[in-house]
C-alpha cells in the first residue's frame, strides 16, 4: 500500500470520527425515539420502493418480450394487460416515493433545529461568542452556524438513506441480474469498483478546494457586511475606493478559487461522464451474445438494462456523489473545528497563568499583572486597589495603557495575567462602553436589555427617558414598540444617553463606564452622573474629560510602561493644574 494511499485512510478515518463527533449527540438525545422511528420508516419506505423497482423490471421485460412476438403470434393482449399492471404499479409507488422524500425532509429540519440549537447554546455560554470573535482562530461561526449546519444535517441524511437504499438495491437486483447472466454480474461489479477508485484518486484534491471556497466566500459576504454596518462612517471617510478595493479582492480571491474547483470539476467530469455513458452499453455487449446464441427472450435485454443501472447506480455511490461528497467533507471539517473551538473558547495555552477571582462586596485588586489574552504584551504590572461601595473610581492615561483592559478584566472577559480579583457577582454590575449596543429589537427592548422579560409599564419607562432628557423619543420614533435600525436612527449622544437609561432602569450596584458620555455636553453628563449618585451606585469610569473627577474619590493613572498611580480625586486635579 503507498503512502499516498495510507494517508488518504488516515483522513477518511478522521474524517468519520469527526462527522460521528457531531451527529451522534442528536441520535442519543431526548429526541432519539423520534428520530430513529423516523428513520426506520424511511427504511421500510425504501423496501417498498425497491419491490416496485424490481416488479416494474420484470413488467418491461414482459412488455418488450410481447412487442417482439407478436409478429408471429398477432396477440396484443399480454401488452395491455401489464401496461394496465404497470399503471395501477404507478398509482401505488407514487405516494410511497413522494412521502419517502417528505419524511427524509422532515427528519432533516428536525435534525437541524436540534443541532443548530445546540451550537447556539455553546456559541453563547461562558461567552464563546466573544473569545472566538477576540482570538479570531475560527472564521465566520455565524456561516458555520446558519449554513453548515443546515448543509450537514441535510447531506448527512441524504447520504445516509442513500447508502441504505443501494445496499437494498444490490441486494434485490443482484438475484435478478445472476438469473440472467453470471458474467453480467461480475463485469458490472469490476466496472464499478474501478470507476470509484478511478474517481477517488482524480477528485481528492476537491475536498481541500472546496473547504476553501466555503472561507472566502464567507470571507467576501462578510465584507460587504461590513461595509453596510459602517456604511456613513465611510461616507464621512469618503473610503468608498479603499473599500472597494477590499471587497474586489476579496471576491477576486474567491473567483481565483472557484476557478481551480471548475477545473478539478472538469478533469473529474471527463472520467465520469464517459463512465456514466459506457454504462448504458454494457448490459447489452454482454446480453446480446446469449439472445443470439438463442438462450434467452428478447425482453431480457430491458430487464437487464433495468436491472444493471439500479446496482450500478448502487455500486457507484463514490461516483455520483464525489462532487457533493467533497463539500460535505470541507463542511463536516469548518464545524468540527467549530465544535473544538466552543469547547475551549479562551484556547488557554498549556503553563500560562490567569487571574485568580473571587466574589464580595467590595472591588479590590491584589498585585495584579494583566496580560493580553494572547499573552504576548504586559498591560499593567503588580497593580493593587482598593474600592468599597460608594466610592468611586477614575481610570486615566494615554490610549493604549490598558484603561478598558482593566474593565475588561473586571468584567471577567480577560484573565490572563497573575494576581488576584475581587468584584460582585457580575448581576450586580452593568457595563457602558463608549459606542452603546443597540439590540435589534423595538424601544422597549432598547431600554429593557438584557432583561426584556420583564414587565414595566410606559409610565416608568417614560420617566426614565425623561430623566436622560429623552422625553419625546417614543412619540418621535413611533411608540415604544417600533423597531427600527437605532444604531442608525439615533445619535451617539441618544444611544449614550437610552443606554444610561437601561442603567438606571437595572440599578445596579456598580456601574462601570468605558467613555460613556464622550458624546454628550458637561449638562447631560452632570444630569446622569447626579443620578448614579442618587442611587448610591458605585461609578467606575474611564475617561478624558475633568469634569468626570467630581463624582469619583479615587484616580487611577496608568501609563504605557505598565507602571500606575492610585491617588485621590482632589490629589490629582491638584497636580493637572500646577
Excluded at 194 to 219: C, H, P, V
Excluded at 369 to 387: F, G, I, K, W, Y
Excluded at 436 to 452: A, E, I, N
Aim: proline share 3%; glycine share 4%; hydrophobic share 45%.
Amino acid at each position: 500500500m503507498s503512502v499516498a494511499t495510507n494517508r488518504q485512510n488516515r483522513f477518511d478515518r478522521r474524517l468519520w470520527r469527526k462527522f460521528w463527533a457531531i451527529a451522534k449527540p442528536y441520535w442519543f438525545s431526548e429526541r432519539k425515539w423520534k428520530a430513529r422511528g423516523l428513520l426506520l420508516l424511511l427504511l421500510l419506505l425504501s423496501f417498498a420502493v425497491n419491490a416496485i423497482n424490481v416488479s416494474i423490471s420484470f413488467i418491461f421485460r414482459n412488455i418488450d418480450t410481447s412487442l417482439a412476438r407478436f409478429p408471429q403470434t398477432k396477440d396484443a393482449s399480454t401488452f395491455w394487460q401489464f401496461i394496465f399492471i404497470y399503471i395501477g404499479l404507478l398509482a401505488i409507488g407514487t405516494p410511497i416515493v413522494v412521502m419517502f422524500a417528505y419524511l427524509r425532509d422532515k427528519l432533516g429540519l428536525a435534525w437541524r433545529e436540534w443541532l443548530t440549537n445546540r451550537f447556539l447554546n455553546k456559541y453563547m455560554q461562558n461567552r464563546a461568542y466573544y473569545q472566538l470573535n477576540f482570538n479570531g482562530n475560527i472564521d465566520n461561526p455565524d456561516q458555520r452556524i446558519a449554513e453548515d449546519v443546515r448543509a450537514f444535517t441535510r447531506t448527512s441524511l441524504t447520504f445516509l438513506l442513500l447508502i441504505l437504499t443501494s445496499v437494498i438495491t444490490l441486494i434485490s437486483f443482484t438475484a435478478v441480474l445472476l438469473s440472467i447472466s453470471v458474467s453480467l454480474s461480475i463485469s458490472l461489479l469490476i466496472y464499478a469498483i474501478l470507476g470509484t477508485i478511478i474517481t477517488a484518486w482524480i477528485g481528492q484534491r476537491l475536498i481541500s478546494i472546496n473547504f476553501d471556497q466555503l472561507k472566502k466566500e464567507a470571507d467576501f459576504r462578510y465584507g460587504l457586511i461590513h461595509v453596510r454596518d459602517n456604511a456613513e462612517s465611510i461616507a464621512f471617510y469618503q473610503g468608498e475606493a479603499e473599500e472597494s478595493i477590499g471587497l474586489r479582492q476579496r471576491f477576486l480571491a474567491a473567483i481565483r478559487n472557484f476557478d481551480l474547483l471548475i477545473s478539478w470539476q472538469r478533469n473529474l467530469g471527463f472520467f465520469t461522464t464517459s463512465y456514466n455513458y459506457f454504462v448504458y452499453a454494457l448490459p447489452y455487449l454482454v446480453v446480446a451474445p446469449i439472445y443470439f446464441a438463442g438462450n434467452t427472450e428478447f425482453g431480457t435485454f430491458a430487464q437487464a438494462a433495468i436491472a444493471f443501472r439500479q446496482i450500478f447506480n448502487a455500486l457507484s455511490i463514490v461516483v455520483d456523489q464525489f462532487e457533493n461528497l467533497t463539500a460535505f467533507a470541507a463542511g463536516v471539517e469548518r464545524l468540527s473545528s467549530l465544535t473544538n473551538a466552543l469547547e475551549n473558547p479562551s484556547q488557554v495555552q498549556p503553563g500560562s497563568t490567569t487571574i485568580d477571582v473571587t466574589e464580595a462586596a467590595k472591588l479590590a485588586m491584589q498585585r495584579v499583572t494583566l496580560l493580553t489574552p494572547n499573552h504576548q504584551r504586559t498591560l499593567v504590572e503588580d497593580l493593587s486597589l482598593s474600592l468599597e461601595p460608594g466610592e468611586g473610581l477614575v481610570l486615566v492615561g494615554n490610549s493604549g495603557s490598558g484603561k478598558s483592559s482593566i474593565l475588561r478584566a473586571i468584567a471577567g472577559l480577560w484573565n490572563a495575567g497573575t494576581g488576584h480579583l475581587t468584584r460582585p457577582q457580575l448581576q450586580e454590575m452593568l457595563f457602558l462602553p463608549q459606542r452603546p449596543y443597540m439590540v435589534l429589537g423595538s424601544l422597549r427592548s432598547q431600554l429593557l436589555y438584557p432583561h426584556t422579560d420583564r414587565q414595566i409599564d410606559e409610565e416608568q419607562l417614560r420617566q426614565i427617558l425623561a430623566q436622560v432628557n429623552l422625553t419625546d423619543l417614543p412619540e418621535r420614533v413611533g411608540g415604544f414598540d417600533a423597531q427600527l435600525d437605532w444604531a442608525n436612527v439615533l445619535s451617539l449622544g441618544e444611544q449614550q444617553r437610552l443606554a444610561f437609561a437601561r442603567l438606571l432602569l437595572t440599578q445596579p450596584a456598580y456601574a462601570i463606564l468605558d467613555e460613556a458620555t464622550s458624546a454628550l455636553d458637561l449638562a447631560n453628563e452632570k444630569r446622569l452622573y447626579q443620578q448614579l449618585k442618587a442611587m448610591e451606585t458605585t461609578t467606575i469610569s474611564v475617561g478624558h474629560r475633568a469634569s468626570l473627577l467630581q463624582y469619583h474619590k479615587y484616580v487611577l493613572n496608568l501609563a504605557e510602561d505598565t507602571r500606575w498611580q492610585l491617588m485621590l480625586a482632589e490629589e490629582y486635579q491638584q497636580t493637572q493644574q500646577i
